[in-house]
Structure formats: C-alpha cells, structure tokens
C-alpha cells in the first residue's frame, strides 16, 4: 500500500472530523439560546424527549455533542436526569443519520457537486449577517467531500486483491464469539482514541465495501463504537456534579445493555437485518458495495430496538445511575467549591457553557445574599464569642467571594477563547461585569462587618435610634439584593427593573437624611463623633452595595435583550 494512500484516508477522515465539527458549531452558533428552549420545553416527557434528542442529534451529527449538550444541561439544572435519559436515547438514534449519509457518499461520487457549496459558503462567509450559514454550509462540503475521497480511496487501494490485509482478517474465525468480543474491544479503544464515532464507521465502511472485512467483524466494531462514544461524555461530567454524572453514566449503561442483549442474539439478528435489505451474508458471492447499506441499516435497526425496550424503564434507569453514582457526602456551605462548573467542565459545545456559567453566577449572587444575611445578625449579637464566631464566618465568605469571582473569570476567559458569535461574546462581557460587582457586594458585606466589630471592640455603643435606622437600612438593602436575584434567575424578559431603581433611590434619600439627622444629633451630644462617624460608614456602606447591585441588574438586563 503506497504512504500517499495511507496519507489520503488520514487526511480524509481529519476533514471528515473537522467538517462534522464545523457544521455542529455553525448550527449552535445559528441556534443560540434556541437550542436551550427546545431542550427545555420539548421534554415534557419521555417520547418528547426521544423525539427530540433525534432531532438535534440529526441536526448537529454528533451524538457527542448532543449527549454533552444534555449533560451540561443537568449540571445547570435545566433538564431532569430522567428528561436528560430520553434525550439520550433519541441521540443514540439521530446519530445512525450519519451512517445513511456516509452510505450515500460510497455510492455515489460527490465530491465534484460540492465544489459549488464550496463556492456559495464562501460568499456567504463575507456576509456578516450569513456567515453561520456560510459556515454550515462549509461544514456540509467538507463532510462529503471527506466520505467521497474515502469511498474513492477504497476502491484505489483494491484491497480485495491485497494478499496480505485479506489474510490477516481471515485468520480470525468469523464464526467465534471470541473474535466478536475482540472486534467489540477494539472498536471501544479506537472510538476513544479518535473520539469520533463517525471517523470509525467510515474505516469499517471503507473495509467492508472492499470486501477484506466480513460483516460480522464489522458490525461488532459498530458495537464497540457505540460504547466508545460514550466515554467522552463521563469525561466531561467527571467536575460536574452528580445529576449530570448520572446522566452521563446512564448513557454508557444504556448502550452497554444493548450490546448485551444483541450480543445474545447476535447472529439471528445481524441475519434479520440483512434481510431486511437482501443481502445473504451466508453467500460466498456478496455484493461488497452493499454492505456499507447493511452496516447503517445494522446501526439504526440497534438503536431503535434498544430505545424500544428501554424507554419504558426510564425510572428504573435512573434508580439505577443513581444506586451506582451516590451524591458526595454533604460539606460545609461555607467551603468554597463552585457548584456548576470546574477545571472538567468546559464543554466541547462552547456556545452552551455559558449557560453553566450563568447558574454558578445565579448561586455565586445567593451566597452574597446569604454574607449579607449573617451580617444583619451580626448587628443584634451582643455576646463577644457569638461574635467572633459570626465575623470569622463573614470572613470566610468574603474569601469565599473572591475566590467565586476569580474562579468564574477564568472559566468565561477560557470559553471566550473558543470561536463564539457575536451575541454570546456580548453575553461574556456581560457576565464579567457582574460577578465584578457581586464580588464588590461581598466587600462591601465585610466593610460593614469590620465596622461593626471595630464598634464593639470600642467602649461605646449605638443608641436605639440608630440600631433602628440601621436595621431599616438593612432592609431596605437587603430587599434589593432579593430583587437582584430575581432578576439573575428569571428567564422572563418582561421583568420590571424599576422596582430595583426605585429601591435604590429609597436607599440613596434615606442614606441623605440620617447623614443631616446624624451631623445635627453628634451637634447635639446625643452621642460622640466616633460612634457617630461608625454609624455613617455602616450606612455609606449600605448605599455603596445598593449601586452594586444596581451595576449588576443593569448588566442583566442587557444580556436579557440580546436574548429576547
């Protein structure tokens, strides 16, 4: 076999790789928040989900990154795992689209019919408003191109009449479980290896159509593919949390059923399917260009079998995964650990990492609200060890908070290197914005709580008047920071911002009359200028954090818009 030949096929199948993934980012690109909808309200149940794991799957080609897509999902809290698991399943079907398409470009020679996509991609590219269109339609001409190049290799190399690749497979007994097995293992290692499932299906297309490789051994490397693709998903869910290791492992366990049971009656069944297509795999004379049909039909004939029993066993499934991956031991919630995302996570779907950012966002602003909360106790404690111990926990949040701003920075910085659209760029530099200022809101929390534990290191106290105010301030403050949460966790576009602008003006008047009321009572010894001076820094502070908050919903707001 000439090196040029071998350079051709890896050559093709990177393009057919690189082609795959082009189209799958273009139609999330074009798709956006929609993908996010259709996953959400399409799996209200579990045919719903079914037939929409098909739909995207088929979209995108890549069961891959449908099955991410899900994962990442649950991590975010936007599927159910037993939504997640019907998804899934209709994943596993979308993906045999594939083998058809690969099937119909070993069949017929396409490659001088893309050269025309080629062409229209490229206008389309310089058109700003069409570009994802033009990178779809790029992705497409690549994959065919890719399949015809390897059809035609094939029938180049003539393996058929290349002595030593036809002994080789013929020194396994295609008639023994035991080179099945072999065969399966073998189609597991390389789909990891080569993390594409299609890369794979296309080597054994290549090889049965010449005619080298007999069926069975074929159809138990397609087996083997289906368990391989699902380790890159239970890579991806290993930093998530547990629901979306669930659903991740619920995936490997479905597939893995399958081939169990098919493993059971694996020749009947190979031989039923093909009869459905009118190939006798037992004839000594077999159309080779035919079995390329038989393999996609073997792949699809699987899928939908396996879907047809399992669908109904969804709750046990997920009794299941669930028996299999325990929930982690519960930790303290004043340690730090991001709930959504990790160095794991960051999906191979970069478009929809943001969505797992903006959760841990939403959970980074409830933890500040939950600092904020400890601080109005802290106002209240008089005992100098109840103190202590709530200061020390208030500073613990405060690190806390760094540590979350730090943390979420350098995820988005990391999906921000990614190829994004224009709207999800935006969307990150929004993001940005607002964990800086949930941060801010930390501090400000801090700066409070050192006043006061500067005030009881001190010999004097608050009078009443002012531990009224204060707590009217808190209130006020704290009533915000609700409004602010809100605002982060509702998907609904029509939210009224004034109620968290009219709040803030309530803060900034009220922050304007105790500084009049205060200067005239230090005036009046009614209390000294120190305790005076404590008192207005608590309440300054309380302003300050209200324009954070503020920066924040201002920030949301807009990305709401360019979501609408």
Request: proline letters at 1%; glycine letters at 6%.
């Amino acid at each position: 076999m000439s090196i040029w030949i071998i350079f051709k096929i890896i050559g093709s199948l990177a393009l057919l790789i690189y082609g795959m993934k082009v189209m799958s980012e273009a139609l999330q690109k074009m798709a956006g928040s929609q993908l996010r909808h259709i996953l959400g309200t399409m799996t209200k149940n579990r045919f719903t989900g079914l037939i929409t794991g098909m739909f995207v799957t088929a979209s995108v080609q890549s069961s891959t990154a449908t099955t991410v897509m899900t994962v990442s999902f649950v991590n975010a809290g936007l599927l159910t795992l037993a939504q997640a698991i019907s998804v899934i399943m209709g994943a596993n079907i979308g993906t045999t689209f594939t083998a058809w398409i690969m099937t119909l470009g070993f069949s017929f020679n396409m490659a001088n019919v893309v050269f025309p996509v080629f062409f229209i991609a490229l206008l389309l590219i310089y058109r700003k408003k069409h570009r994802y269109v033009g990178d779809f339609l790029f992705g497409v001409a690549f994959m065919f191109f890719a399949i015809s190049t390897l059809g035609a290799t094939g029938k180049e190399m003539d393996l058929s009449h290349n002595q030593s690749v036809i002994e080789f497979f013929s020194s396994f007994d295609k008639d023994s479980y035991l080179t099945i097995f072999a065969f399966l293992g073998l189609g597991t290692i390389l789909t990891f290896c080569m993390q594409s499932s299609a890369a794979l299906m296309a080597i054994t297309m290549v090889l049965c159509s010449s005619g080298v490789l007999p069926i069975y051994m074929g159809i138990a490397l397609v087996l083997g593919e289906n368990i391989g693709t699902t380790i890159t998903s239970n890579i991806a869910a290993m930093g998530a949390n547990t629901q979306a290791r669930r659903a991740a492992m619920a995936h490997l366990s479905f597939n893995v059923f399958g081939v169990l049971w098919v493993l059971c009656i694996f020749y009947p069944f190979i031989d039923m399917v093909c009869g459905f297509v009118g190939v006798d795999p037992h004839s000594g004379h077999i159309d080779a260009s035919r079995l390329s049909v038989v393999l996609a039909a073997f792949h699809t004939t699987f899928n939908v079998c396996n879907t047809a029993v399992l669908i109904w066993f969804i709750p046990q499934m997920e009794k299941l995964v669930c028996t299999i991956i325990k929930p982690n031991a519960m930790k303290d919630e004043d340690d730090f650990r991001l709930r959504y995302i990790g160095d794991n996570t960051l999906m191979a779907t970069p478009e929809l990492s943001v969505l797992e950012a903006r959760k841990e966002i939403q959970s980074f602003a409830e933890r500040i609200q939950r600092m904020f909360s400890m601080v109005r106790e802290l106002l209240g404690v008089k005992n100098e060890n109840d103190f202590v111990k709530l200061f020390t926990r208030i500073e613990k949040y405060e690190g806390i908070s760094d540590n979350m701003e730090i943390e979420i920075a350098n995820y988005l910085d990391k999906v921000s290197d990614s190829h994004l659209s224009d709207e999800t760029k935006a969307k990150i530099r929004a993001m940005l914005r607002e964990i800086s200022e949930i941060e801010s809101i930390g501090d400000s929390c801090y700066n409070i709580a050192r006043t006061l534990n500067r005030k009881l290191r001190g010999k004097e106290d608050f009078t009443e008047q002012q531990y009224d105010h204060l707590h009217q301030m808190f209130e006020l403050t704290d009533d915000s920071l609700t409004q602010m949460n809100v605002m982060l966790s509702s998907r609904r576009y029509d939210l009224d911002v004034n109620r968290s602008f009219n709040i803030e003006n309530e803060i900034n008047n009220y922050r304007t009359q105790l500084k009049s009321q205060n200067i005239n009572d230090v005036n009046n010894h009614l209390y000294t200028y120190a305790i005076g001076t404590m008192y207005m820094d608590i309440v300054s502070e309380c302003e300050k954090l209200a324009d954070y908050v503020i920066n924040v919903v201002e920030a949301r707001m807009g990305t709401k818009q360019r979501e609408a």
